[in-house]
């Protein structure tokens, strides 16, 4: 929306210059603003975070006279942790709603909503969100926290992340297949690393000024993983108030501030040498979108939480970030930044693996939120700490790209 003002408004000044008059669009100069990816990023993360604010109780007070709370597992099925969220039993779920509105309204005043980047993330986001919806109404049709069989999700899932990956290794203009000598020519096309063009197969590291390794056409899977993980990182996350939003907004944050340099020729060619693409920096105003909604939804789900934001959001979040990863270049800096989503499903993993290989548990419960609970921190203990260790991979992780 906002873009599309600009435009208006600089036919009209340039007809006019060209004119030489000086009629209304000469009084409207402060509408230059609008090209700059960094006032319409930060414009979309305030819009977002006003929008949450303003319909999150509305939204909340509809899910409660829904009846959709959340349904919380058993003392059988998880002992003492029964105890300990036993007061969270009737809490509204399928917030996730919220942040996935919040989002795309932003998305579409502020962004350029045709650019591959933005049009690949908000799609598999809403994909993503739109299963995780289909999963939280069957927990509360069913009143149990099954849902939908474990196959069923990973099927859909699967289905969303191999179109998202295909889209993004056959789309000329983020991946240069099939582009012209002239489009690479006017880098309008694919990616350039440093003073050399490279492939949508190519996996680069900040470290590393060259890729570090080619997988051609089976990137296409690898892509599929990477959303696949993320989106379920993410959920399995999703287990205390305000612990997978907090962790979303230093890692939407960083992937933002990737996707601005990323997008600049000479900051991402000539002086951190990361992967370019001149429509990257557009993501940028995707990505404060869903920083600013993930505030506004904070403000409902902070401890004690009022809403949770369910697979609805979970998986959506982690879709949108996954994607972003990819879209960026920097899929493998994923593991750093968004470092508490991989610590957590990968303590699920060597949890189950551990209890079928040994019969023998390595943490009390997992994920690992859960056994710090019960070695006795307190909720608020543990999601703040997690919160500072997300902030400081973030920090860590973009700290990496000046190191070589």
């Known amino acids: 929306m906002l873009t599309a003002i600009y435009d208006f408004w600089l036919n009209a000044f340039q007809a006019e210059q060209s004119a030489g008059t000086q009629g209304w669009a000469h009084s409207f100069t402060f509408l230059n603003l609008f090209k700059y990816v960094t006032f319409r990023a930060a414009t979309a993360g305030l819009l977002a975070f006003g929008i949450s604010i303003l319909i999150g109780p509305r939204i909340i007070r509809k899910l409660i006279s829904m009846k959709v709370g959340q349904p919380i597992r058993t003392a059988e099925e998880v002992h003492k942790l029964a105890e300990l969220h036993g007061g969270k039993i009737g809490t509204p779920t399928m917030g996730g709603v919220l942040i996935i509105s919040a989002v795309l309204i932003s998305t579409l ?215 972003a990863a990819i879209c960026t270049k920097q899929e493998l800096l994923l593991v750093i930044i968004g470092g508490v989503f991989v610590v957590e499903a990968l303590s699920v993993m060597l949890q189950v693996g551990s209890f079928k290989l040994r019969k023998k548990r390595i943490f009390r419960m997992a994920p690992i939120h859960h056994h710090f609970e019960l070695l006795g921190w307190h909720e608020s203990q543990v999601i703040i700490r997690f919160w500072i260790l997300s902030i400081m991979l973030a920090l860590f992780g973009l700290a990496l790209l000046k190191i070589a």
């Open 109 to 323: 005043f502020c962004a350029r909503i045709f650019n591959p980047f933005v049009a690949v993330c908000a799609v598999t986001m809403s994909a993503c969100g739109l299963l995780g919806f289909v999963d939280d109404y069957t927990k509360v049709k069913k009143k149990n926290s099954a849902g939908i069989s474990s196959k069923t999700k990973l099927g859909w899932l699967f289905v969303i992340a191999l179109i998202a990956a295909c889209f993004i290794y056959f789309k000329t203009e983020i991946s240069g297949f099939g582009a012209t000598p002239e489009q690479i020519q006017n880098q309008v096309a694919g990616y350039r690393l440093g003073d050399q063009w490279i492939g949508i197969g190519d996996i680069c590291f900040p470290l590393f000024k060259v890729p570090i390794i080619s997988l051609g056409i089976l990137v296409i899977p690898f892509f599929g993983l990477i959303i696949i993980g993320c989106s379920n990182a993410v959920n399995l996350t999703d287990g205390l108030d305000g612990l997978a939003t907090g962790c979303t907004i230093s890692v939407a944050l960083s992937y933002a501030v990737l996707a601005y340099l990323a997008g600049h020729f000479f900051m991402a060619t000539d002086y951190l040498v990361i992967p370019h693409n001149r429509y990257i920096g557009e993501l940028a105003v995707f990505l404060m979108a869903l920083v600013g909604a993930s505030f506004g939804f904070l403000w409902f789900n902070c401890h004690p939480a009022k809403v949770f934001m369910g697979d609805t959001g979970s998986l959506a979040i982690g879709g949108a970030l996954g994607t």
